[in-house]
C-alpha cells in the first residue's frame, strides 16, 4: 500500500466520494448488459479513424452482433457469463455438464481455503441463476434468454455471478501457482496478485485471468483485439490455445463487448 | 426490503452470534441494519490489554462487493488509525474480497493492534513511537485504554 506521510484520512474519502460520482454516472446511463446490437453501430464511435474503420469492416465479415457490458471494471466476467450461458442454454449436454462442474466447484474452494461461509452465499446465487436459465425449462429457448437477460441486467444476480467467477478464477491461480506466476510482471506474488487484481470486485481482467477462468470452466474464448495495431485486419487470440472457441469477445484497450460471430 | 447487502447481513450477524470469534463482538443498530455497533477487546500480551474498544460499521448497499466503512470511536493511539478513528488496513482498501464477512473484518482489525504496520501510518507520531520509543509507544497505548473504560 501507498504509504501515507500526512494525517489526513479526508483524502482518501474524497477520492472514493470522487470515484463513486463517476460511477454513478456510467451504471445510470449504461446497462450492465444491452440488447443485440448490429456491429455497424462501431462505425459511430471512430468516425473519421481510418485504421479503426477499416478494421471494423473486416471484423463485420465474421460477426454481425455485438452486445455492450457496462464498463465497471467486471465487462470480462460478465461478458464471459452471459456469453457462456448464452451458449449452454442451446447445448443442453454442454450446460448439464458445466452444471455438475459449477456444483462441485464450492467444494473444491473450500478445500482450496475459501471460507464456506461466505462462498456458500455467492455458490448459491450461482447455482439458482444456471438453474432459471435451464435449457428444459417451461417456455423453451426465448423464455430462458430473456430470464438470462433479465437476470444478468439484475444488479444483485448481476454481480454475484461476477463475484463466484472470480473466486473460481483466484483459487485456479492458487492451485497452479507456479505455472501462473510466470504471467506476473515484477515481485508480486500470486498470493498477493489475487487479493489486488482477482477477488476485488471491478477489477479489470488481463490474460492471466481469461485463461485461469477458462481453464477452470473448461470453456474457450475466442477476443477479437480492435486496437490501433498495424495491418488493417483485427487480431484473434484463442483461450485456452488450440480450444473450440464458444465465447467471443471483442476487446478494446480496456474493455470486453461480446460478440456474435455470423 | 429484502436486498442482496440486508440479506448477506442478517447471515453475517447470524454467523457472529452462533460463532463468535474470541473478543470481538458486533450488533445491527437497532433501527438500520446497514449500521453496525461493534467492540473490540485489546488482545492479550499487547499495550491494547484490557481495552474495550468501541466502533462503527457503515455499510452500503454494495456490501459485499464493496467493503464497509469502519471506525473506531473509542480514541484509539496506533500507527494505522488516523485522528477520526478511521483505519487503514488493505483489506479495507484494495485487498477487499467479497469472502470476507463482518466476522473476519473485526478478527483482521483486532490482529492490526496487535501487529501495526509502521510502513503506512495513519498517525505518523504513533508510527514513530512505535519504531524508535516502544516504552512511550506503549504509555500513550496504555492512557488509551484507561480512557476506553469511561468512553
Known amino acids: ?40 453501430c462501431l462505425y459511430a464511435e471512430y468516425s473519421g479513424d481510418e485504421i479503426f474503420t477499416a478494421k471494423i469492416q473486416d471484423l463485420s465479415k465474421k460477426y454481425k452482433f455485438i452486445r455492450r457490458t457496462r464498463p465497471d471494471g467486471n465487462c470480462f466476467f460478465r461478458a464471459f457469463a452471459y456469453s457462456y450461458l448464452e451458449y449452454l442454454i442451446s447445448n443442453n449436454s454442454a450446460y448439464q455438464e458445466f452444471k455438475k462442474l459449477a456444483e462441485e466447484s464450492k467444494e473444491k474452494l473450500v478445500q482450496l481455503g475459501f471460507p464456506s461461509f461466505t462462498l456458500e452465499d455467492f455458490h448459491e446465487t450461482f447455482m439458482e441463476v444456471i438453474q432459471r436459465v435451464s435449457p428444459d425449462n417451461a417456455g423453451g429457448h426465448s423464455t430462458v434468454q430473456d430470464e438470462l437477460h433479465k437476470i444478468f441486467n439484475e444488479q444483485g444476480y448481476s454481480d454475484y455471478v461476477v463475484v463466484y467467477l472470480r473466486l473460481i478464477t483466484s483459487g485456479k491461480l492458487q492451485e497452479e501457482a507456479d505455472f501462473y506466476q510466470n504471467f506476473i510482471e515484477g515481485d508480486l506474488t500470486i498470493e498477493a496478485f489475487r487479493h489486488l487484481e482477482v477477488e476485488p470486485m471491478y477489477k479489470e481482467s488481463d490474460h492471466i485471468h481469461i485463461i485461469a477462468l477458462c481453464t477452470a470452466l473448461g470453456a474457450g474464448v475466442r477476443v477479437e483485439y480492435l486496437d490501433r495495431g498495424e495491418g488493417g485486419t483485427v487480431k484473434a487470440h484463442d483461450f485456452p490455445e488450440g480450444s473450440e472457441p464458444r465465447i467471443y469477445l471483442i476487446y478494446r484497450p480496456g474493455h470486453y463487448d461480446i460478440l456474435y460471430p455470423n | 426490503m429484502s436486498t442482496p447487502a440486508r440479506r448477506r447481513l442478517m447471515r453475517d450477524f447470524k454467523r457472529l452470534q452462533e460463532d463468535p470469534p474470541t473478543g470481538v463482538s458486533g450488533a445491527p443498530t437497532d433501527n438500520n441494519i446497514m449500521i453496525w455497533n461493534a467492540v473490540i477487546f485489546g488482545p492479550h500480551d499487547t499495550p491494547f490489554e484490557d481495552g474495550t474498544f468501541k466502533l462503527t460499521i457503515e455499510f452500503t448497499e ?24 478511521g483505519i487503514c488496513l488493505d483489506i479495507l482498501q484494495n485487498r477487499w474480497s467479497p469472502t470476507y464477512d463482518v466476522s473476519a473484518i473485526l478478527t483482521s482489525i483486532q490482529s492490526l493492534l496487535s501487529d501495526p504496520n509502521p510502513n503506512s501510518p495513519a498517525n505518523s507520531t504513533a508510527a514513530q513511537l512505535y519504531k524508535e520509543n516502544r516504552r512511550e509507544y506503549e504509555k500513550r497505548v496504555k492512557a488509551c485504554v484507561e480512557q476506553s473504560f469511561i468512553d
Open chain 1, 1 to 40: 500500500m501507498e504509504p501515507f506521510t500526512h494525517n489526513d484520512g479526508n483524502r482518501d474519502e474524497l477520492i472514493i466520494q470522487q470515484k463513486r460520482d463517476i460511477e454513478k454516472e456510467i451504471s445510470d446511463t449504461t446497462p450492465l448488459i444491452s440488447e443485440q446490437l448490429p456491429l455497424t
Open chain 2, 62 to 85: 454494495e456490501y459485499p462487493n464493496k467493503p464497509p466503512t469502519v471506525r473506531f470511536v473509542s480514541k484509539v493511539f496506533h500507527p494505522n488509525v488516523y485522528a477520526d478513528g
